[in-house]
């Protein structure tokens, strides 16, 4: 017997692509069908992986997938993503990774040259990370079915045994949040080339591994509160995701924000707005304020996270989950949008 909410269905007939933006749609579906029917605990619905508990130790769970179009972009390409992205989930979870597989689909007639390209690139990003492709899986599907290569992954992590949890149900009222680096860079890289773009200088994507940075902050016993990586629907989605399922407002300062010019102006002439643009190697980082300081000068110790900030804190819940304080000293609702600015982005 289905566990699916009717009416679900019947506003939504069949799956569009908004549905996968990272949007209010997606939420929307995984709300109503997925986690109605997978159900496991409440600190898992709102995490990037699921942390379990072993005899011996707790380790962080957590599965991927990778459609990217184009494979190659101004900064790297679908197979740096694929490790990267799963590092990063698990480093949300507060775990050092450790394992990682591997799932090909392959489409018919992909050039030979571009697998081994991928493949290379995979082999250097696990290597920077310090972790094992350990075991994997390869298809090949008709022309025309997987526009050249999609990439499936999952990753093993493990934490530290004196490591609190980490996600929404942690936060608390004055919380400090902080932004690991400029926003916007991955979704404009990406985009510049899908529709043939020129900018005066190349944006390149902000694609990196973010364990580094997260180990140091655990490591040097700092009151981690929750993390996330901000992928698709970018720095505004994630934050709304965050407030509304810690039932608790977020007030950001957007003068504080780093956005770099290049992607300011394109986003411009373009019609987007850099807070809800895709990144692949940016975070947030919630805690308490006391912290905010020495966790700002660990994470600028490390290049990805050179320009990290403090934009914001977490305050009682009011008129929306987030909320803005513009350059002409305004406020305005940073809502979740209903779908993705920039589809096919990871």
Known sequence: MSVVCPSFISRYPVVTMAHGGGGRLMNQL??????????????????????????QERIAFTT?????????FPGGDIGELSIYGTVNDLAMCGAMPRWISLGFILEEGLPMLDLQRVVDSIARAAERCGVQVVTGDTKVVERGKAD??????????????????????????????????DVGRHGMAVMSVREGLSFSTTVESDLAPLSGPVDSLIGHGLPVHCMRDLTRGGLASSLNEIASAAGLGINLCESKIPVQEEVLGACE????????????????????????????????????CENAALIGSVVPSGIAPVTVKTSVGTSRVLDMISGDQLPRIC
């Open 30 to 55: 995984l709300d109503e069908m997925i986690h109605v029917a997978f159900r496991t605990t409440e600190d898992s619905e709102r995490h990037d992986g699921a942390v379990l508990e072993t005899a």
């Open 64 to 72: 991927d997938s990778y459609v990217i179009t184009p494979l190659f």
């Open 148 to 181: 050249g290569l999609y990439i499936n992954t999952s990753g093993i992590g493990v934490l530290r045994n004196n490591t609190p949890f980490i996600g929404p149900a942690s936060i608390k009222e004055g919380d400090a949040v902080i932004l690991s680096g």
């Open 269 to 304: 002439v373009l019609g987007f707005d850099p807070l809800y643009v895709a990144n692949e190697g940016r975070m947030v980082l919630i805690l308490p304020r006391e912290a905010g300081e020495e966790a700002v000068s660990l994470m600028r110790s490390f290049k990805m």
